[in-house]
């Protein structure tokens, strides 16, 4: 194992009690970040959370939080609104739209229930009409495919930029040129992307993409972003405003008069946890000194070892591609004779790997991100080789 890499694992206590493959649903927090959020929390509460002090210094730490945030990922901080979660973002973007029956949305059986049922509740509540596109090889959607499902009525394309269910890299940014040759936009849902791939947000296209916090930045639950593309954040105007929104708290034009923010920031609303943003600033300068592309190598170089692997068993279908550009950290399998809820207990009762199962298609799902280890990707290699064995595959 490389130094580097030891010496991140020595920050993360879940990696000396299990093989950790469950990123994709939540990472496992850094302890600096996790020493972050206290001493956040007890400078507010010794100098006061409502002192004039601890107020001005909030709001000064966010910023630098923000910038930090905003040079990880290739944005900026005028781009950049904070947000709970990846699905909050979604639903801003989605609500601050305007709606007219008749108007289409184009989305796909790849994408979470996040990037799902938004446009359900559109499509009741205004009419708006939902293509989900059903890719031909169950795993990737293609350009093609997208193109096919577009028509003169689309307003909104909504893509994971790394499928949840079977892993495989979706084509955004071929999406994003389709959506600007059609004249609508492109919504990326960027959960199981943001802090694995590499790409900066500004060069992909999109007009909006939404992240976590908690997953492969190795953030705190309750953090995340969504950037929007130079001036987008006009297009989706956000459905609803308060404090934080807008310029001047209380303009002496009158109790009913504002300005919007200038920047993605008028999409938050009001007071949100600097603890917790603080220790995702932490998490994320760890991941910055060791770099996007670092990260992403070593990330692409243990898939591809698992799913080499996985795919040389008797009675393992890998469904996530194999080639690195087509895929990410998710690494979806069935193993035949074995139902994937039971594999998935298996693998964490007997051999403390730690992953998680997807519905549709129904499979084991692993999360690989750089703190896992060559060893840990053999000895999963092993457990699943004995499950299968155990279970009488053909
Ligand atoms: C692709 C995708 N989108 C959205 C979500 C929801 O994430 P969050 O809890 O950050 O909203 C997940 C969670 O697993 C996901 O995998």
């Not at 973002?89 to 049922?117: F, I, K, Y």
């Not at 009675?315 to 039971?342: K, N, Q, W």
Request: net charge negative; hydrophobic share 40%; with cysteine.
């Amino acid at each position: 194992m490389e130094g580097w890499v030891e010496e991140v694992r020595n920050l993360l206590p879940v990696t000396r009690r299990s093989i950790y493959m469950n990123t994709g649903t939540s990472g496992p927090v850094p302890e600096p970040a996790l020493r972050a959020e206290a001493e956040s929390e007890r400078y507010l509460s010794e100098a006061g959370p409502g002192s004039a002090e601890a107020l001005r210094e909030s709001g000064r730490r966010l910023e630098q939080v923000r910038n930090d945030l905003a040079r990880f990922l290739g944005s900026t901080p005028d781009q950049l609104a904070f947000t709970q979660n990846t699905s909050h973002g979604m639903a801003a973007v989605v609500g601050g739209m305007v709606w007219r029956p008749g108007d289409e949305v184009v989305t796909s059986e790849l994408e979470h229930a996040s990037g799902l049922l938004p446009f359900g509740y559109l499509r009741d509540r205004l009419g708006v009409r939902v293509r989900v596109l059903r890719p031909r090889d169950g795993v990737r959607l293609t350009p093609d495919e997208l193109r096919e499902g577009l028509s003169t009525r689309t307003r909104l394309i909504c893509m994971s930029h790394v499928s949840y269910a079977t892993g495989a890299r979706l084509p955004v940014e071929a999406a994003a040129e389709l959506a600007r040759a059609h004249g609508c936009r492109l919504l990326v849902d960027g959960a199981q992307a943001a802090g694995c791939l590499p790409e900066p947000l500004d060069g992909l296209g999109a007009d909006f993409y939404a992240g976590p916090g908690q997953k492969w930045l190795m953030g705190p639950e309750g953090t995340g972003f969504l950037h929007f593309a130079p001036g987008a954040w006009a297009v989706a105007a956000p459905a609803s405003i308060a404090w934080a929104s807008v310029e001047h708290e209380e303009s002496p034009a009158g109790p009913l008069t504002y300005r919007l923010k200038a920047s993605a920031r008028r999409f938050e609303l009001a007071t949100i946890s600097l603890a917790l943003f603080e220790g995702l600033r932490t998490a994320t300068q760890i991941l910055e000194g060791m770099g996007r592309r670092t990260i992403w190598e070593r990330v692409a170089a243990l898939t591809g070892r698992l799913k080499e692997g996985l795919a040389a068993l008797r009675d393992v279908e890998v469904i996530t591609p194999m080639e690195a550009e087509r895929s990410a950290g998710l690494v979806a399998f069935r193993l035949r004779g074995l139902s994937a809820p039971e594999a998935t207990r298996l693998l964490a009762e007997r051999y403390q790997v730690i992953g998680r199962w997807v519905p549709r298609p129904e499979a084991v799902r692993l999360s690989v991100h750089f703190f896992n280890t060559e060893s840990e990707v053999e000895t999963v290699l092993g457990a699943v080789g004995e499950l299968t064995a155990g279970a009488g595959g053909s």
